[in-house]
């Protein structure tokens, strides 16, 4: 029989080009903000932070963008490379990065 | 730095077995560790939160019998899936943070699935 399961939204976007990933969270306590990369078969990894008293940061080619007012973040990727392909997932927390709460992720696909 | 190791990456076993999931940080000591599970194509969930040297917080809907979590030391955490069931297989991820402000952020093992015949 035909298996149903759940598609990620997916983002595809030319290697070269900059990529932006959008995240809603929905608990206006929550003070802390993480990005993660999840590779396939392999557990997420850290890729930026950001409290909640600022409202942007950046790291090597990636920008993390804060909007408390409407509760919404984005990671901002520079001249995406094939090997930032995988599934990008947003966290938050209250009480300093205590108990993490994911959002469902995204699935950034680069074209050649 | 910020290195979480997890033993085994893979595993199969028979139905009623129990199998058991090490996590441990290479490079820093982790006052608090995580397990979460995930499914394919699904976000992480959180199973419980582990301090050392005293009991798991599980959350709800969690079976604490069924999961049983041990943190004997600041560099390893154990999660023991009881009476595996073919329900159980999953992806298990672990992940540690240290007790300082710089070492707030939880970082992640590289995962162990599991799968239950």
């Known amino acids: 029989g035909e298996s149903v399961g759940l598609h990620l939204p997916t983002l595809s976007v030319q290697e070269g080009d900059n990529s932006i990933i959008n995240c809603a969270y929905s608990?206006?306590?929550?003070?802390?903000f993480i990005w993660y990369k999840q590779e396939s078969g392999k557990g997420p990894q850290f890729i930026i932070d950001?409290?909640?008293?600022?409202d942007k940061r950046q790291g090597q080619r990636v920008t993390v963008l804060l909007n408390k007012t409407v509760k919404h973040l984005s990671l901002q990727i520079a001249a995406t490379q094939p090997g930032d392909s995988a599934v990008y997932f947003c966290?938050?927390?209250?009480?300093?990065?205590?108990?993490?709460?994911f959002g469902t992720g995204t699935q950034l696909k680069v074209e050649l | 730095g910020a290195v979480v190791s997890q033993h085994p990456s893979w595993v199969i076993c028979k139905s009623g077995t129990s199998v058991k999931i090490e996590c441990r940080s290479l490079?820093?000591?982790?006052?608090?560790m995580f397990w979460y599970r995930q499914f394919p194509k699904q976000s992480l969930m959180l199973m419980a939160t582990?301090?050392?040297?005293?009991?798991?917080?599980?959350e709800q809907g969690v079976e604490k019998d069924k999961f049983l979590i041990n943190h004997a030391s600041l560099t390893l955490s154990t999660l023991t899936v009881t009476s595996a069931h073919p329900e159980d297989s999953s992806f298990y991820i672990c992940s540690a943070r240290g007790d300082s402000r710089k070492q707030e952020t939880q970082y992640f093992g590289p995962g162990t699935r599991l799968l239950v015949l």
């Open positions: 950001i409290r909640s008293n600022m």
């Open positions: 608990n206006s306590a929550s003070d802390y």
């Open positions: 582990s301090n050392e040297g005293s009991k798991a917080t599980y």
């Open positions: 966290a938050e927390s209250t009480g300093g990065g205590n108990k993490l709460t």
């Open positions: 490079d820093f000591q982790a006052t608090t």
